[in-house]
């Protein structure tokens, strides 16, 4: 009993003129392009047979998944679990490079990106990722499961399947708004069988500063 893909969609677009980083404030929700950008996402996989949609429990998430929802009408609609949200961060709610211009001592806390200084460390988010991609894979027989989520935790999981170093520059990150991330078992392990981005049309004008 498992799924034959579990398909990690990040969030698309959030509304944010300030620039801060949100990371686990509430109420942060889609920009309109956000919303578009969610739509394209789920109708790139029509046709599909998607058995459950698993979102964090954020806003922007569970708007995200709401086209998924309405297309795809998982019998127990929307489903939300706490191992795949965004990292704590200690500079959430902040525009970082503001805060650090009004306050030099906060650049202490990149002392250490490798762990990183700044917040949960990447072992902890990929573990976390981990475990709640192996659940919603033994949780179906066949099919497919969305589960919606955020940059960092998608690009633990990735990293973490492909077997490469959990640490790299957020800057670098391969987790476009909207993306989709699909991985599947493969003699006893997961591995990543595509990457791809739905809303790529969406994303030359996106504002996309929020993410952790």
Sequence with gaps: MSADLVRLVRHGEVFNPAGVLYGR??????SDRGRDMARLA???????????????PLTRTRESAQPWLDLFHPAAGLEIDERIIEPTNV???TNIR?????NPLLARHFRNPWRPSWGEPFAAIAARMMAAIHDAHASVDGGEVV????????WMAARTVQ?????????NRRCALSSITSLALRD??????SYEEPAAELLAGAVDQGAV
């Design 98 to 102: 503001r805060a650090v211009r009004a």
């Design 188 to 193: 006893g392990r997961f591995v990543e069988v």
């Design 25 to 30: 404030m509430p109420e942060f929700h889609l």
């Design 147 to 154: 589960l919606v989520s955020h940059q960092s935790p998608i």
């Design 42 to 56: 789920a109708r790139s996989l029509a046709g599909h047979d998607i058995r459950r949609v698993i979102a964090s």
């Design 163 to 171: 077997g490469r170093p959990l640490a790299t520059d957020p800057r």
């Design 91 to 93: 500079f959430e709610g």
